[in-house]
């Protein structure tokens, strides 16, 4: 089974010369949603092993792709 990513966060979509022709995808809504929740944690001054964060973080990602389909 595949996850949800949420498709591109910020895709640039071939704008000529810009781009040279390409579409370019850059991370997934699912990496920036962690990434978001990662800095909120370390923001937080908990202490945790980094994994810890990362899983939460992810987690976190995961619930708010899933609130979107509601």
Do not use: C, W
């Not at 949420?6 to 022709?21: R, Y």
């Not at 944690?41 to 973080?57: E, I, Q, R, W």
């Amino acid at each position: 089974m595949t996850k949800d990513t949420g498709g591109p966060a910020f895709p640039l979509h071939n704008h000529g010369a810009q781009t040279l022709g390409l579409h370019v995808a850059g991370m997934t809504l699912r990496d920036y949603a962690a990434i978001e929740a990662m800095q909120g944690f370390l923001a937080s001054g908990v202490n945790a092993p980094a994994n810890v964060f990362a899983t939460k973080a992810y987690e976190m990602a995961d619930a708010m792709l899933k609130a979107r389909q509601t």
